[in-house]
Nanobody
Framework: QVQLVESGGGSVQPGGSSRLSCAASGSFASIDAMGWYRQAPGKQRGLVAAFTTGGNTNYADSVKGRFTISRDNAKNTVYLQMNSLKPEDTAVYYC?????????????WGQGTQVTVSS
């Protein structure tokens, strides 16, 4: 079982920056994909940015050019650098991981961290 612990977030002014971190721990053979999703009030959870199983990156159109996902494989940690933040980026951000164990693939979610963009 994998546990995902997120950190970062909080309140930021429009145009500001923030960085989220997500560290994976627990028992697993490998982490195959890892990324960030977000859910705003009254909306469905959707992809923000993620590393795919092939090592490529996917970004939501709304964050391209402003957000950057990166990772430290040695630490099983993924980061989300968010620049030029807008009020519409306000949401709970969730870390997500697909991992392998005993020949099966599982999915894990973090507890979520609030990002509020407001003046």
């Amino acid at each position: 079982q994998v546990q995902l612990v997120e950190s970062g977030g909080g309140s930021v002014q429009p145009g500001g920056s923030s960085r989220l971190s997500c560290a994976a721990s627990g028992s697993f053979a490998s982490i195959d994909a890892m990324g960030w999703y977000r859910q705003a009030p009254g909306k469905q959870r959707g992809l923000v940015a993620a590393f795919t199983t092939g090592g490529n990156t996917n970004y939501a159109d709304s964050v391209k050019g402003r957000f950057t996902i990166s990772r430290d494989n040695a630490k099983n940690t993924v980061y989300l650098q968010m620049n030029s933040l807008k009020p519409e980026d306000t949401a709970v951000y969730y870390c997500n991981a697909f991992y392998s164990k005993s020949g099966q693939i599982f999915i894990a979610w973090g507890q979520g961290t609030q990002v509020t963009v407001s003046s």
